[in-house]
């Protein structure tokens, strides 16, 4: 017995001895990532290991190793951490952008904060052709972020795209042709459909839209009946500028009446002419993009697209230049938030 108590006494001095350690946990050890779908990198999905993570609190430590994995995988998504609320949604674009886009007079959207907004309004029932944000435009945005409130009752997923796989796979004879020659993009504003230049260059005012053009590389016309026709020029393909990849930057696609839906070309040839349709593109030099040309590049992206159901919460980070994007047709109410930010242009990239 009194061996025993020795033995008890001994050991209670040994406990008392030993000095308590913190346990530390890295940041890394607070989130998992895997492959979305098995064999693709495309995108890369991060989920929180415990409950009650702040995504911003911890992106504010983490930027090199998110800024790492965007430029490898083109995008990241963000999923188990719940922001579904358009502040929250910001103030995590925030750490992820030095500045964010908030003027964007190209489509018709609702501002939900200064820098958030909801996607750009188009009939539900149709698909929006995959396209690198604004790269018809003399700036764009190198990243741009998409926010789940509400995913749709059926349908309204967000396909991505590698545009560093697309071009890859394009035909090297149709790749060619489009880096030598470029793209011309034309628009008629005020006939009746689409939006008019007001809304667009955001003034009523001609000399601001005429010096507006002039800055941005746009060469404008006036017609009558306070109409305007515009055609930029801008690259089909670049360099991104850190990883030095070759990307498919363009939004022939989306521009294009071959890339059309039949009902709605053939709507807009029964009551105009190609010079008049809203959008139309041709080469740089103004000649015809073949048809054939561009449903080989439909084609491409379709084979290529990577394709999710939304859940509430999830966030859905781009690099703009790696990724291209789209969106499903959709039943039921879809709510989505979307920011975009770092800004640049082709002067900067060439730079």
């Known amino acids: 017995m009194k061996n025993l108590e020795s033995k008890n006494s001994s050991l209670r001095q040994q406990l008392r001895s030993i000095k308590r350690k913190a346990l530390s946990v890295t940041q890394e050890e607070l989130i998992l990532t895997r492959e979305l779908q098995t064999g693709n990198s495309l995108p890369l999905v991060v989920e929180p290991t415990a409950e009650q993570i702040d995504l911003a609190d911890w992106t504010?430590?983490?930027?090199?190793?998110?800024?790492?994995?965007l430029l490898k995988h083109g995008a990241i998504?963000?999923?188990?951490f719940n922001i579904s609320a358009a502040p929250a949604f910001e103030r995590f674009a925030l750490t992820i952008c030095s500045k964010l886009f908030n003027e964007n007079g190209e489509h018709p959207r609702e501002t939900l904060r200064a820098n958030v907004y909801t996607p750009v309004f188009y009939p539900a029932d149709r698909q929006l052709?995959?396209?690198?944000?604004?790269?018809?435009?003399?700036?764009?945005?190198m990243k741009i972020l998409f926010g789940c409130r509400q995913p749709a009752q059926?349908?309204?997923?967000?396909?991505?795209?590698?545009?560093?796989?697309?071009?890859?796979?394009?035909?090297?004879?149709?790749?060619?042709?489009?880096?030598?020659?470029?793209?011309?993009?034309?628009?008629?504003?005020?006939?009746g459909l689409g939006l008019n230049w007001e809304t667009v260059f955001r003034t009523k005012n001609r000399s601001e839209v005429e010096a507006a053009c002039t800055k941005a590389g746009i060469d404008f016309e006036w017609k009558d009946g306070n109409r305007l026709r515009t055609r930029a020029v801008r690259p089909a393909v670049i360099k991104h500028p850190k990883t030095g990849e070759m990307s498919w930057f363009n939004q022939a696609q989306h521009w294009h009446p071959a890339c059309l839906d039949p009902q709605t070309?053939?709507?807009?040839?029964?009551?105009l002419q190609e010079e008049n349709l809203p959008r139309n593109c041709y080469y740089g030099d103004g000649t015809s993009i073949e048809?054939?040309?561009m449903e080989e590049?439909?084609?491409?992206?379709?084979?290529?697209?990577?394709?999710?159901?939304w859940e509430q919460g999830d966030v859905l980070v781009l690099d703009n230049v790696l990724t291209a994007h789209g969106r499903n047709p959709f039943v039921g109410k879809r709510q989505l938030l979307v920011a975009m930010g770092d800004l640049t242009s082709f002067e900067d990239i060439r730079d």
Not at 166 to 191: A, C, H, Q, S, T
Not at 265 to 271: A, E, G, I, Q, V
Not at 297 to 309: D, G, R, S
């Open 60 to 69: 504010e430590g983490n930027r090199k190793f998110i800024e790492t994995k």
């Open 77 to 80: 998504l963000f999923r188990g």
């Open 129 to 141: 052709l995959w396209h690198n944000e604004n790269s018809f435009n003399h700036r764009w945005p």
């Open 154 to 191: 059926q349908g309204g997923e967000t396909p991505i795209v590698d545009s560093r796989k697309v071009f890859e796979l394009i035909n090297p004879k149709i790749r060619d042709r489009f880096i030598e020659k470029k793209v011309m993009y034309l628009r008629n504003y005020g006939d």
């Open 265 to 271: 070309r053939k709507s807009l040839y029964s009551s």
């Open 291 to 293: 048809d054939s040309f």
């Open 297 to 309: 590049i439909c084609q491409i992206y379709q084979q290529l697209e990577v394709c999710f159901p």
